[in-house]
């Protein structure tokens, strides 16, 4: 309202609309509020479902070995013999739970939270889940050498799952509300409820948007203060060490160099899981043979290392106060390695997130033993490179380097750590990056996009989809010929043909910039000079599924179809936007045919 307005009643309306409007914001939430409220439902529920889970654990662990606390302190109180066969045992109760659920009636829901979070409709198996976590129960509670995560992430996520589905929630949400279930599943297991949000953000959802980071965030800090609450302060996952600081700028250069040599650990360490996989695998015998093979071999391990045994909680500790000498923690390292390949490989329900910050912690610590009698400046603190180590190793196996950093700093609550961590984890990312593209969590999404996506689309083939006549030019085409195809078509890649029309490349968009403003360079150049000859095609009658395998691999929103291998004649090309649409149309009829 004007000053100078000579009717001001006329405005009188607008303080009580003003009103009216935030009432009706409070009596009728947005989509928003509701929201939030589910997610901090979801958050208190898997809090306790963690909780509960880690007190069966205890339970358990007590029955197979009449001790509680501590894994590696039981298993010191143990035999010999007894620290051979109780792996074996929890091994062989593992199995006989996954083979009794085997026998349930199937049903089309997945228990792999991430396969319904990114590929599938939000919708976790509620009896398989049970099922898995029950053999997960009796791995971790022999000593296995697994995380206790994996368990507390499918729990706190099949809650969410089956809230969602019982009030009738849309895909998106259901999906969204699956997600907040696994943040605080995290969350509780670690005490680090931004770590929680940024783990599924950052590596399931790949996305920092407000509409789904916040209410993961909310989720994660509801399940971190019931968790506090019910243990009485007591976090389910702490690490307490002493002070670590950065002494000195120069130091920088060693956490830099560490961060090099984690990037290079991390594809090794997923190597020798993948390896160890597949070796189980070709192992005879019905499951169940193979989990009890995987208990013997951590067993064996700890006749002589009891440390091996658990997720290492109680050994990073120790590590972190400086309570073993170097070579007894390199012999501890490499049995530990052995350990969770043998439990992972042997098939084992658990997670490799706790291990992954096990050998980290390690790794850095002997790094900071190393460097020490070559380092001329003020003594190293083998504390803090142990702590740099454990986010690294993170950083590199999950490529999620800024979820390493802040989970790494929830645990220490050390700000003058920050530096050298940030360092260190991004360095590693990059390292790893270059060695291996695909995360360990990646590869296992893509392994299981490529089955889903090949089953369903086996039956269609590329003619159906492919487009004629695609944009292209001849090798011999100038550059002002060149810029007006780019111009016309508004695509990033060009097809270049033969005299005979045969496919022999593409130019991409990026490789012309550089001749826009020199006219004089562009003059000269053919479309043979800025050829790309490694691009893949695709010939008309191969399975949409082998073409959803080619887009995975190479960043393209198009394929060249050619009309067979001899003699490469271009003939159309087909979309990504296409495929996908096709495979909505193929998951709309399945729904309806359901």
Known sequence: MSPTDPHPHRNWHLPILRLWVWFTDLVQPSEMQITLVWAGLIGFLGALASVGFRDLIQVVHRLLTGHTGSLVASFYGLSPWQRLLIPAVGGGLAGIALFFGKHLRPGKSTTDYMEAIVLGDGRISFRMSLVKSASALFSIASGASIGREGPLVQLSAMIASLIGRLRKMPTVRLRLLVACGAAAGIASAYNAPIGGALFVSEIILRSLAMESFGPLVFSSVV??????????????????????????????????????????????????????????????????????????IVGMLAVVKPEVCGNGYSVVNQVLNGQFL????????????????????????????????????????????????????????????????????????????????????????????????????????????????QSIYAESLKRKQEGIFEGRLSAMRVSDLMKTSPPSVPESAPFLEIAASFVASRFVNLYVTDDEGAFKGVISLHDIKGYLTNKELANLVIARDLLRTTFPTITPDAPLGQALTAFLKIETDRLPVVENRENCRLVGSVSKRDLLLALAEQNKADAAAA
């Open 223 to 296: 399940a971190t203060l019931t968790v506090r609450q019910l243990l009485a302060a007591s976090p389910l996952y702490e690490i307490t060490i002493p002070a670590v600081a950065l002494n000195s700028n120069w130091e920088m250069g060693l956490y830099l160099l560490l961060g090099v040599i984690a990037g290079g650990m991390g594809p090794l360490f997923l190597w020798l899981l993948r390896s160890s996989e597949k070796l189980f695998r070709k192992l005879p015998g019905p499951g169940i043979l193979r989990l009890i093979a995987g208990g013997l």
């Open 326 to 437: 170097w070579y007894t923690l390199l012999i501890i390292f490499v049995m530990k390695l052995a350990a969770t390949a043998a439990t992972f490989g042997s098939g084992a329900v658990g997670g490799v997130f706790t291990p992954t910050l096990f050998v980290g912690a390690c790794m850095g610590y002997l790094f900071s033993q190393a460097a020490a009698p070559l380092w001329r400046g003020s003594a190293l603190v083998p504390a803090a490179f142990a702590v740099v180590g454990m986010g690294a190793l993170l950083s590199a196996t999950t490529h999620a380097p800024l979820m390493a950093i802040l989970v790494l700093f929830e645990m220490t609550l050390d700000y003058q750590m920050t530096l050298p961590l940030m360092v260190a984890c991004v360095v590693a990312h990059y390292v790893s990056r270059s060695i291996q593209p």
